[in-house]
């Protein structure tokens, strides 16, 4: 029952490379989430994704593109990472648009040098 | 906008000690309000939820009560662990996504 799973769970990137997050979850939810979790700050939505087939910005989306690849899966794309976006990420999924509350994977941990 | 507000930490007690958290929130119409827990090195973990005013959700020895005239939600255990220390954290659901407070971390001495 593996729930949501992310990888890779650590990442350095040197600044203007480029990576993609992944996420996928077995749990047959239709809404996924990327937040990002910076000391002080609490978790900050960068996209969602409200049903397949549909993305929306969240409150930092800026340098972070997504795509719902299908049901399962979500990934969060860096195209040109800068030192500030060093962080911890997570994924997260829900059955009905959040209603019920969330499951989260257990992160990935990026440092951008 | 929506938003949450929870006591900044840390907050350190005792075993055995009596907890709370304090969570207000600001929104229009009945979002539904959770709690949840972040051990050291992972994710969130729901810990509890209530979706209407004066529903009472609890788990583990955790309670809280949605206040819809305080416009709170408490987190409160009654006597903590060890294992109890993480971080915490008050969020309401709004327009398909959580939103989330800045969390507390907790620390119990044993």
């Known amino acids: 029952n593996a729930g949501v799973t992310q990888t890779p769970k650590f990442q350095v990137l040197k600044t203007g490379q480029s990576m993609t997050l992944q996420c996928a979850q077995d749990m047959n939810h239709n809404s996924m989430y990327w937040y990002r979790q910076d000391p002080g700050m609490g978790l900050r939505l960068i996209y969602y994704?409200?049903?397949?087939?549909?993305?929306d910005k969240g409150e930092v989306p800026n340098g972070y593109n997504v795509s719902r690849l299908n049901k399962r899966e979500f990934s969060l794309r860096l195209e040109s990472a800068a030192p500030s976006q060093t962080s911890v990420y997570f994924c997260a999924s829900s059955r009905d648009r959040g209603l019920d509350g969330y499951t989260f994977g257990s992160g990935t941990r990026l440092t951008v040098v | 906008g929506d938003s949450v507000t929870q006591m900044e930490g840390p907050v350190t007690l005792s075993e055995e000690a009596f907890l709370t958290i304090n969570c207000t929130y600001t929104a229009t119409g009945y979002p539904s309000l959770f709690w949840y827990v972040q051990y050291p090195g992972e994710g969130l973990q729901l810990l509890l939820k209530a979706t209407k005013a004066d529903d009472k959700g609890s788990n583990k020895g955790f309670e809280a009560t949605y206040r819809k005239e305080t416009t709170s939600f408490h987190l409160e255990k009654g006597s903590v662990q060890v294992s109890d220390s993480a971080v915490y954290f008050c969020?309401?659901?709004?327009?398909?996504?959580?939103?989330f407070g800045k969390g507390t971390r907790l620390h119990i001495l044993p």
């Open positions: 994704s409200a049903s397949e087939g549909t993305t």
């Open positions: 969020a309401l659901s709004r327009d398909d996504k959580i939103i």
